[in-house]
Structures are given as C-alpha cells and as structure tokens.
C-alpha cells in the first residue's frame, strides 16, 4: 500500500507543476526588466521651493528630515535620511507649500552610507 501512496503523491505533485508550465509567470527577470510602479507609490523623496516652516519635519515619525537656514531664515541646505525614512510619505501630505514629492524611484539601495543622506541645496532640487 505505501508504495502505491508514494505513487500518488509524486504524480501529485507532477501534476502542480504542469499546471504551471502554461501559466503566465507572476515574476520578472529583474534587474533586466521592471515593473512600473502604481500611482500612489511612494519612492525617494525630492524637495523643491522649500521656505524653512518645518511642518514636515515635526510630522516625519521617524525623524529622518534635517534642515538648516541662514541668518535671513532662507533654508540653506534641507536633508532627507534614508536610513531612517520609512517612506509613510506624511511629509508630502503636510507640506502646504506643496514642496515634496515622492516619485516613483525605488533603487535605492547603497553598500555607502553616505549615498541615503539626500542633500539637497536650498531647499530646492539639487
Ligand atoms: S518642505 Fe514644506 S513643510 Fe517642510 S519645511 Fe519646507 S515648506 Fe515647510
Ligand atoms: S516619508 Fe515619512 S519617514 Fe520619510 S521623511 Fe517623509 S515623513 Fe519622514
């Protein structure tokens, strides 16, 4: 009897795989092909028209933004950590100038530390 049950289980699980053989592969061969992220994805983080209000700043739960302004209070310099982002996107919604944007870039990865500190020059896109 138990060499008939091995039987069955092996064509069993034969048979899953010829299913499969025909249908459509749920993965792509990445990094060669990608996929397109959807509409509401929430990537690297740019800034652009930055005035220094630091709303985004006390919204952002993991403290990833730092920025700093001259005695004019014109931001200089305005950072966003990647080490510490966790792309909720908060600062975007609560920006009321508007000067955020997750875009759709996703490769982000880096074996530098100092590539995930995005350092953009006062307060606008470098
Ligand atoms: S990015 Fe927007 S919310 Fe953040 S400090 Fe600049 S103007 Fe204010
Ligand atoms: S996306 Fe979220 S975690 Fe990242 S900087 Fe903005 S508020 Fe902070």
Redesign the pocket.
């Known amino acids: 009897m138990k060499p008939l049950k091995g039987i069955f289980i092996l064509l069993d699980g034969m048979w899953v795989v010829f299913k499969h053989l025909f249908r459509r592969p749920v993965t792509l061969e990445y990094p060669e092909k990608k996929r397109e992220p959807n509409e509401s994805f929430r990537g690297k983080p740019v800034?652009k028209g930055?005035?220094?209000?630091?709303?985004?700043?006390s919204v952002c739960p993991s403290n990833a933004?730092s920025?700093s302004k001259d005695e004019n209070e014109a931001?200089t310099s305005?950072c966003f950590d990647l080490k510490k982002c966790i792309f909720c996107g908060n600062?975007m919604y609560?920006?009321?100038?508007g000067?955020?944007k997750m875009t759709k870039s996703y490769e982000l990865a880096s074996e530098n530390k100092s590539d995930l500190q995005l350092n953009y020059k006062g307060?606008a896109d470098d």
């Open positions: 800034v930055c005035i220094g209000c630091g709303i985004c700043k933004i920025f931001v305005y600062c609560y920006c009321p100038y000067a955020i307060g």
